[in-house]
Nanobody, 125 residues
Framework: VQLQASGGGLVQAGGSLRLSCAAS????????MGWFRQAPGKEREFVAT????????DVAASVKGRFTISRDNAKNTLTLEMNNVEPGDTAIYYC???????????????????WGQGTQVTVSS
């Protein structure tokens, strides 16, 4: 699967942004999907995941109540709705896919075998 993230940009603190990830191929529904982010000088960190099948979701504690992950299997699209953003959300955001990730490894970037190119999100204070 090939992934293309988009929707990043500059937004003021308290604002909203919607990130999208377009996936190629006809088997999008068979992948569990995730969003990760990486700020300068920091390691890549888990943001949110949505699993294949029943579509179980999880978000990082730092974004809980502000970010929502969803997917549209008919359109091969993954979305991250970002509300009430904070300067600490500034990072490059990556979408990722995996057929092998299990719930206990959902926050580990190494569990995802496919990655998009990333989209920059900058939150100004």
């Amino acid at each position: 699967v090939q992934l293309q993230a988009s929707g990043g940009g500059l937004v003021q603190a308290g604002g909203s942004l919607r990130l999208s990830c377009a996936a190629s191929g006809r088997t999008f529904s068979s992948y569990s999907m995730g969003w990760f982010r990486q700020a300068p000088g920091k390691e890549r960190e888990f943001v949110a995941t949505i699993f294949r099948g029943g579509g179980s979701t999880d978000v990082a504690a730092s974004v809980k109540g502000r970010f929502t992950i969803s997917r549209d299997n008919a359109k091969n699209t993954l979305t991250l709705e970002m509300n009430n953003v904070e300067p600490g959300d500034t990072a490059i955001y990556y979408c990722a896919a995996s057929v092998r990730v299990i719930w206990s490894t959902r926050v580990d970037p190494a569990a995802y075998g496919y990655w998009g190119q990333g989209t920059q999100v900058t939150v100004s204070s």
